[in-house]
């Protein structure tokens, strides 16, 4: 059988799932929802999953993960357990406002917190499509980029549930919203979790999205978030993924930004198996400011990629990116970011770095920083770099008495920490440089929120923290 | 409690040190000169335990034990202590988290309890006292856009915190102005005392003026060719190093 045999196999797969289906997706979201399907199964029909070929996806080959099989729950069968009970996150004591997803669908035993302000809608991304359908109409679908990712489209193919959060024009939420995603099953599994945010004029909101595993099942999640930022508002979106190596997480994020607005996306990756993060940034408007960061941390076989892009649209835009990468053992990893300065974004300062530490000989990065300028009035720069720890550095730290691997960890944080200061909400700042001083040092607290920890991972094939 | 014995070391296959033999005591303050590419940095790197350089030949011990089989972190914790010509800038690492944990590898080796915070922030406030750092340095990141002497300063302010039973200062003169010579040569000069031991490597003799040596060596071309009292370093400064170099010519 040919190679390209396989692969169609590959996507009838889903295809034959998305039309078996088909009545079930729909019954719990309104037709917003449901009207996007089609198109979004015919791009994935036609582009297939994304290959080597596939420019954008030149170094992560996710055939391997769409080929197995998993099983997928779109009657959404109820979450019985208690979830307090059996689980905590590792961002504890945070003063937050925290709801939960188990499997990308929004837990329906969330208790909304009453501080909330007034007008401002959080909950279930099905439910409010059929309860506010105008915003739907408006919003949904219109910024994610189903024709240039088709698993993106595939998402709108099966998009049922996730978060929706819509923060009414003025209205300021000043604690962190944090969203706690489980990943939890009998069997192996996979989730297409679908999110919306509104912020209206003059808004602001900031929301840490918490990504975990707490069963020792094969996952794959394709998750897209969409995320509309009026003139004016100012959106924070903290993502930490924690989750076992089993586990293959494919993450879009699409913001639109209106004038004046100012945006800030931070992709931390401090555990995982095989991860794609898509940031899309769409300035539509003059004077928006986006600042787009990530960080990851990966060992044995993880594969992380970043993939970000970048649309000055309009003149008087600022964006900033800086992606970090620490690659262990036979860690691979890859970053690819694209700036579009179009031709009216005169006066646009665009700024892109990707920096990356390998600890061994074996690990691998593979770093595509891209530029394109069409416009005449611009500062705009881009660079990156690949490096091993600086030798004079640990000769200084040991020659003051520093053993060996307490001199690494320490310079391993300092080469994270330019990142890890970019976040911009204090107490969200705090609790991460803990768990990336934590993850350095190979202590990130387990048991709490993985259930692989308790018994002898070793054997199995797979790891967590 | 420094013995170095017929030391050789090589840097690709160079030659760079060419039999040394050295004896340093408690309370004795040694100065090491020469001119340039003599070896002086090659010889304080290679006892700190720069792994930059190869050990082909001879021996130095610390109290008995042998020097060069030490990992340099276990170097430090027995007591030796390099003070860097160019120290190394670290972003990210808080001078602060630095020294706690060096203080606390220290203490670790010693089998005595780490310091707690608040312990540790008191011993820093006497010997920032002692060594006239100016306190906000201490809460940059190590050596991060430091000036010259601020540098030098933050390396005697770190001996002051680990209390080496030997130091080794190299070049810690060069490019420092009269004043910022003047501190850092203080906070040695109240550092000294019976039981320790320094070594001062200098090009020049003002340094000197401040830290007075019982003896000066000279290094040339990998050998000390040449050991007197305090008033060598007079002669070098007078004559400089011509005539050492024609008499000792190969």
Known sequence: MSIAGTDIKTEEKYISLFKDNLGHLNVITSEEVANEREAGIRIFEEKGIPNRKVENYKYTNLNPQFERDYACDFEHEVFNQNLSEVFNCNVEDLDAITVYLINGWYYRKNQVSESLPKGVLMGSFAEFSKSHPDIFKAHYNKYAKNEEDSLVALNTAFAQDGFFLYIPKGVVVEKPIQIVNIMKSSEDFMAFPRNLVVLEENAQAKIMVCEHTLSDNKFLVNGVTEAYIDKNAVFDLYSIQNQHNLTTNISSVFIKQKQNSNILTHNLTLHTGVTRNNVYVHMDDEHCESKVYGLFVSDKSQHVDNFSFIDHAKPNCYSEELFKGVLDDTATGAFAGKIMVRPDAQKTNAFQKNDNLLLTDTAKMNTKPMLEIYADDVKCSHGATVGQLDEKSMFYLRSRGIGKDEARILLMYAFAYEVVEKIRVEAVREQIRGLVEQVFRGELNKCNSCALCGQDASGKGYTCM | MLEIKNLHAKIDDKEILRGINLTIKPGEVHAIMGPNGSGKSTLSSVLAGSEVFEVSEGSATF????????????????????????????PGVSMVNFMRTAVNEHRKYNNEKPYSASEFLKLMREKKKLVEIDSNLTNRSVNEGFSGGEKKKNE???????????????????????????????????????????????????????????????????????????????????????????????
Not at chain 2, 65 to 80: Q, T
Not at chain 2, 209 to 225: A, E, F, N, S, T
């Open chain 2, 63 to 90: 109290y008995g034990k042998d020097l060069l089989e030490m990992p340099a972190e276990d170097r430090a914790r027995e007591g030796l202590f390099y003070s860097f010509q160019y120290p190394v800038e670290i």
């Open chain 2, 156 to 250: 005697i302010f770190q001996m002051a915190m680990l209390q080496p039973k030997i130091s080794i200062l190299d070049e810690t003169d060069s490019g420092l102005d009269i004043d910022a010579l003047r501190i850092v040569a203080n906070g040695v000069n109240k550092l000294k005392s019976e039981d320790n031991a320094t070594v001062v490597i200098t090009h020049y003799q003002r340094l000197l003026d401040y830290i007075v040596p019982d003896y000066v060596h000279v290094l040339y071309k990998g050998r000390i060719v040449m050991s007197a009292g305090k008033e060598l370093a007079l002669e070098l400064e007078e004559k400089g190093y011509d005539w050492i170099k024609k008499q000792f010519e190969d």
